[in-house]
């Protein structure tokens, strides 16, 4: 048997640590003004498959986090929230926004979903469902994320959240638009 590389030990803690924190948040509804539980996931774009994961931690400080949580690469619905996200990106990105999509399919059906739809942003894979969890977005029942999304502000905190995002019209998009513009 060989030794494990440093990397493969930090993600094997990041599941250790996060396993944790779901069960201390789990027993409590996430509200506004709440601190946004942190994770770490690998990720695809559609121009390649990152080699270390992306944690939440990261980006707090710098930009405004869009985190759309969805139910499975390829399916109709799901098609239908990223290009409304990918058709209106230069509007998020005015926003200060960086977009951030989850679900529990593997990085390469991210990478060539993202690569089919020309997508601009960050495809996360939550295949554990853990971050789902943390943010209570994951449906017990169907075993798939629920189409949810959270807005994390600078501070690191929720500043938004729509648990029913809808794709049959924007609504729900104008919706996150008109908080993004709020936030700080």
Known sequence: MTKPDMKTIIIFVSFLVLGSCYQAQAQNDLKIGDPAPGFALQYATKDSISRSPLSLSDLIGKRIVVLAFYPADWSTGCTKEVCAMRDNFAALQALDA??????????????????????????????????????????????????????????GKIAYANMEYSVGDLKDFDKLKTALATVR
Do not use: C, M
């Not at 997508?119 to 853990?130: N, Q, R, T």
């Open 98 to 155: 960086e977009v951030l999509a989850i679900s529990g399919d593997y990085v390469w059906s991210h990478h060539e979903w993202a690569k089919a739809l020309n997508l601009p942003f960050k495809l996360l894979s939550d295949h554990a469902h853990i971050v789902a969890k943390l943010y209570q977005s994951f449906n017990e029942k169907s075993l798939y994320n629920r189409r949810t999304v959270v807005v994390v502000d600078k501070q």
